[in-house]
């Protein structure tokens, strides 16, 4: 079927698609409790005639759906399901319902575009071979897509390959961007406890040990990761995000614990190792320095998003047969934005692509993760037409 007519046909799904996407909005849930909207998506899974499966790190919806044609490939398609923690700016008609909670990401949008490719195909079977319809809780730094890997999901829904997809705000709608190799970095969490004695900031300064001075120097110093340990060819970045400690109340006392916290972000294992290595020896070093001690917390989160050759040939594909060669950028910059989509990517071999989510008409937008940041409608079948032409190229369907 040709890529026009594919359009057409989703076409008129599009107010139903609209009206899904704008109902998840409203009732947005955090991660590992998306019990509406998984119930949402596996009901309109069966109505549309697919075999689901529920309750996959706890939340997360399966659905297989096989072509009519001979084959024996499987390829799996994610989406993620879970909003954020963020109070949406008022007055939308379709806003968030839930105060302190807003589909932030885009996440409502990710998880209707392929609600409309599973009803497409479900209605198109032809192809040869199956489709997985993944839909993933906990995208949002809860990492579902590790829970669902460590629960066997490529052993219970055996795939070839695995495809994402994520939206771009500034990224004009009918563009897509991907990359093979690193396009997402690993992302990690660190904090550092730094202990000292205290005392009286005015009276017993000198008789202190001071963990203020140490903090600071810790943070000076860590700056030295990025200009001086890490190659210059290589991105890594390092941000401390809280300095906790003291009391505002007592100005004219030197605290005996203070707390640093920050992430850090890099595209190898190998940068990863170093970064750590060094936050480490640096926090032991400013602490001993001035008579503290320092206890280090290095979380590594989300690895590197790393995608394979073949399956982003295919996903480039895939997009230019539906909006041209000249808007798929296929070697896009890296994005030191992180994915946990990088944990299917480690189990089985595929790609990631963002597709663009366009600008307000004065060429404004709101980025992802900020109160004023929404879903743009007008993509909607365009995201679910370019999972049906991926099938297609995929499992060879006409």
């Known amino acids: 079927m040709l890529q026009d007519d594919v359009r057409a046909v989703l076409a008129a799904y599009e107010p139903e698609l609209v009206a899904i996407r704008r109902d998840i909005h ?58 954020l923690y963020i109070q949406e700016v008022p007055g939308r008609a379709h806003g968030s319902t839930v105060p302190g909670k807003m589909h932030a990401c885009g996440h409502d949008g990710h998880t209707t575009m392929l609600l409309g490719a599973a009803r497409y195909l479900a209605e198109h079977r032809d192809f040869g071979g199956t ?62 406890t730094f202990h000292g004695t205290g005392g009286h900031g005015g009276a017993g300064a000198h ?34 995000g809280s300095i906790i400690g003291g009391d505002a109340g007592s100005p004219n006392i030197i605290p005996a614990k203070m707390v640093v916290g920050g992430t850090s972000r890099c595209y190898s294992e190998d940068v990863r190792d170093l970064m750590e290595r060094r936050l480490r020896e640096l926090a032991q070093a400013q602490a001993a320095a001035f008579g503290c001690t320092a206890e280090v917390i290095y979380d590594r989160r989300y690895p590197p998003l790393t995608t394979h050759a073949e399956q982003t040939a295919v996903s480039v594909q895939a997009a230019a047969a539906l909006v041209g060669a000249d808007k798929v950028d296929a070697n896009a910059p ?33 980025n992802v993760h900020t109160p004023g940041y929404d879903f743009n409608d007008e993509i909607i079948t365009l995201g679910a037409a370019y999972w049906v032409s991926l099938v297609h190229a995929e499992l060879a369907s006409a």
Do not use: C
């Open 131 to 192: 489709v997985q319809f993944i839909f993933q809780p906990a995208e949002e730094g809860m990492g579902g897509g590790r829970k669902m890997v460590e629960e066997g999901l490529f052993e219970r829904f055996p795939v070839d390959s695995v495809y994402g997809m994520h939206n771009a705000p500034g990224v004009p709608v009918g563009a897509f961007m991907t990359r093979t190799g690193p396009f997402l970095a690993a992302s990690d969490s660190w904090s550092v």
């Open 334 to 366: 890296p994005i030191t934005g992180s994915e946990d989509f990088a944990f299917m990517l480690n189990a089985r071999p595929g790609s990631f692509i963002m597709i663009g989510n366009g600008w307000a008409k004065d060429g404004s937008f709101h």
């Open 207 to 240: 008789l202190a040990t001071d963990v203020t001075i140490a903090v600071s120097h810790f943070i000076l110093a860590l700056q030295t990761i990025v200009s001086r340990n890490v190659r210059a060819i290589d991105t890594a970045v390092v941000s401390v």
């Open 26 to 83: 409203q009732h947005p849930e955090i991660g590992f409790e998306e019990t509406r909207t998984a119930a949402l998506v596996a009901g309109k899974l069966r109505e549309w005639g697919l075999e689901v499966t529920e309750g996959i790190a706890r939340t997360g919806v399966v659905a297989t759906l096989k072509g009519t044609r001979p084959g024996q490939r499987a390829i799996g398609l994610r989406a993620d399901l879970d909003a």
